[in-house]
């Protein structure tokens, strides 16, 4: 049972990056997707989450309208599209499967994460 987390890397203020959550040894389709942050000195907050049954979605007020979170159940995959990205949005990215959105809520199981950070 495995999730990894991808798709980070260097980006300058007002770009883009996708962050891919690939599961291996299970069915994401049966769990939400959650995606987590950490930046350094800083708490982890939960950023999105998607939903299994019904693809809901719900995003933290600091990412809204900026960060577009999806699945691809054919392919065992999550992602998180980030848009307009800024200083503050620099931190490890992690996803995990849950039981259900909110992002935070019971984990089956959670990925490495994937650094981003944001400079110019």
């Known amino acids: 049972v495995q999730l990894q987390a991808s798709g980070g890397g260097s980006v300058q203020p007002g770009g883009s990056l996708r962050l891919s959550c690939a599961a291996s040894g299970f069915t994401l389709d049966y769990y939400a997707i959650a995606w987590f942050r950490q930046a350094p000195g800083k708490e982890r907050e939960g950023v999105s989450c998607?939903?299994?049954?019904?693809?809901?979605?719900d995003y933290s007020d600091s990412v809204k309208g900026r960060f577009t979170v999806s699945r691809d159940n054919a392919k065992n995959t999550g992602y998180l599209q980030m848009n307009s990205l800024n200083a503050e949005d620099t931190g490890v990215y992690y996803c995990?499967?849950?039981?259900?959105?909110?992002?935070?809520?019971?984990?089956?199981?959670r990925g490495q994460g994937t650094q981003v950070t944001v400079s110019s």
């Open positions: 998607i939903n299994s049954s019904d693809g809901s979605t």
């Open positions: 995990a499967a849950e039981l259900a959105c909110p992002a935070g809520g019971r984990t089956y199981t």
